[in-house]
Structures are given as C-alpha cells and as structure tokens.
C-alpha cells in the first residue's frame, strides 16, 4: 500500500525495491532458515514481511530494519510455501505444495485437511463478497465459501450416524441416531447419564419436550 515491493528470486534471495531503486537485498544463505520461496507484506506493520520456505516454515521478520530480528513458525505438514496472504482481519493464509492452511488471530496455525485441492497450490485471494479462491498448477482453481452452518457433530468428536432427530432439554442438546443417544451441552461437550447407556445401539427416531417438563423419546424395533 506504501508503493514499496518486495520480491524472491529463485535461488532464494530476497529483496526490497522503493522508488524503483533496490533499498535492501539479502542472500538466503546468510540465513539458517533454508530457501526461501515467497514473500508477503504485513499490511498491518510497515516493513514487516512473512516468508514462505522450502521447510515448514514461515518466517516473520522487518526487511527495512535489516532481518535483524525474526520469528521462525512452525506450519507442519505444509511444505514448499508458493504464497502467504494476509488479510485485514488477522487470518494468514499459507499455500503450498502438499496443501493449504491458516494463521488465526491468536497465531495458531491450523491445516485444511480433506480437501479437493492439496497440490502445488500456488496462490490465493479473496474476492468483495469475501470468497477464497484457490488455484493450482496441477488441480485448477477451488472456490471456497463460508457456511452459514456450523458442524456440531464435527465440533464435538461424534462418531459417523445418522442422525434422525434433535432436540434442546434443559439447555443440552439430545440427538438421536441410528446407532444411539448423544447428549451434549451448550460447549458441544458430551455428556453420559442412565438414558444414553440404555439406549446404546438402539436406533432413536424421534425425541420431543412435553409441556410439563418431560422429555420423550421413540424407538424403532
């Protein structure tokens, strides 16, 4: 946003060019970091940049103020770093040859597993409508929209069932499913009590609050 640029070449050196002049120029193998494969501005922090290594790494540290200091983070499994994009709302997308995944604010990072793209991802946006796109040298381009949904099952470890009914008792959530009863609480944490041990491995249909505080719960077989 400043007009400066920030480049790689491809033996891993890194640069920095204002007013069309190189101000800063530093050679990979000063570093103990390993190649260097990308880089990105902090947009946020002026001088600040993240680079993307060969390693599964990505280092954060102010080319202005001469790399003088600098972090060294972690994102196993991913390796090769093709691109880091920030965004304005303290997320940092890291994309790479075996897959895709993200800084969240609090600087934690966390892997995209099981997706459809995971190879030779090479850069990314986001568009007004806040979409990711995702584009591959290998595997084309992934669109990727936020769901209004939220995956309880997910969130709270269930096994795979099917789930034919849900219902809110007591501020827990009752979930019946082919394979049995599911408690959980208002954290999606689960729960045990005498009814999910009666009614493990009994297909639940249906379960619904009564108007004097009951709860009730219909079975098939």
Not at 14 to 43: C, H, M, Q, W
């Given at each position: 946003?400043?007009?400066?640029?920030?480049?790689?070449?491809?033996?891993?050196?890194?640069?920095?060019?204002?007013s069309l002049r190189v101000s800063a120029y530093y050679k990979g193998t000063?570093?103990?970091?390993?190649?260097?494969?990308?880089i990105s501005p902090n947009p946020v922090k002026k001088g600040e940049v993240y680079l993307g290594?060969?390693?599964?790494?990505?280092?954060?540290?102010?080319?202005?103020?001469?790399?003088?200091?600098?972090?060294?983070?972690?994102?196993?499994?991913?390796?090769t770093i093709n691109?880091?994009?920030p965004t304005d709302g303290g997320i940092v997308w890291v994309c790479a040859d075996n897959g895709i995944g993200y800084f969240d604010?609090?600087?934690?990072?966390?892997?995209?597993?099981?997706?459809?793209?995971?190879n030779s991802v090479d850069d990314m946006l986001v568009d007004y409508e806040g979409n990711l796109w995702f584009s591959s040298s290998r595997q084309g381009v992934m669109k990727m929209a936020k769901s209004r949904f939220k995956d309880?099952?997910?969130?709270?470890?269930?096994?795979?069932a099917v789930v034919n009914s849900t219902c809110v008792y007591q501020d827990d959530l009752y979930i019946g499913t082919d394979a049995g009863l599911y408690i959980l609480d208002s954290d999606?944490?689960?729960?045990?009590?005498?009814?999910?041990?009666l009614l493990k491995g009994v297909r639940i249909r249906c379960i619904k609050n009564d108007g004097v505080g009951n709860i009730w719960l219909c079975s098939y077989g």
């Amino acid at each position: 946003k400043d007009g400066v640029i920030y480049g790689v070449n491809l033996e891993g050196d890194f640069f920095v060019i204002e007013s069309l002049r190189v101000s800063a120029y530093y050679k990979g193998t000063d570093f103990p970091f390993g190649v260097v494969t990308s880089i990105s501005p902090n947009p946020v922090k002026k001088g600040e940049v993240y680079l993307g290594t060969e390693e599964s790494n990505v280092i954060c540290g102010d080319l202005v103020a001469g790399m003088n200091d600098y972090r060294i983070i972690s994102v196993d499994p991913q390796a090769t770093i093709n691109s880091i994009y920030p965004t304005d709302g303290g997320i940092v997308w890291v994309c790479a040859d075996n897959g895709i995944g993200y800084f969240d604010a609090n600087g934690k990072y966390i892997e995209l597993p099981n997706l459809p793209m995971n190879n030779s991802v090479d850069d990314m946006l986001v568009d007004y409508e806040g979409n990711l796109w995702f584009s591959s040298s290998r595997q084309g381009v992934m669109k990727m929209a936020k769901s209004r949904f939220k995956d309880i099952s997910k969130i709270a470890g269930l096994d795979n069932a099917v789930v034919n009914s849900t219902c809110v008792y007591q501020d827990d959530l009752y979930i019946g499913t082919d394979a049995g009863l599911y408690i959980l609480d208002s954290d999606y944490q689960t729960k045990e009590n005498v009814m999910t041990d009666l009614l493990k491995g009994v297909r639940i249909r249906c379960i619904k609050n009564d108007g004097v505080g009951n709860i009730w719960l219909c079975s098939y077989g």
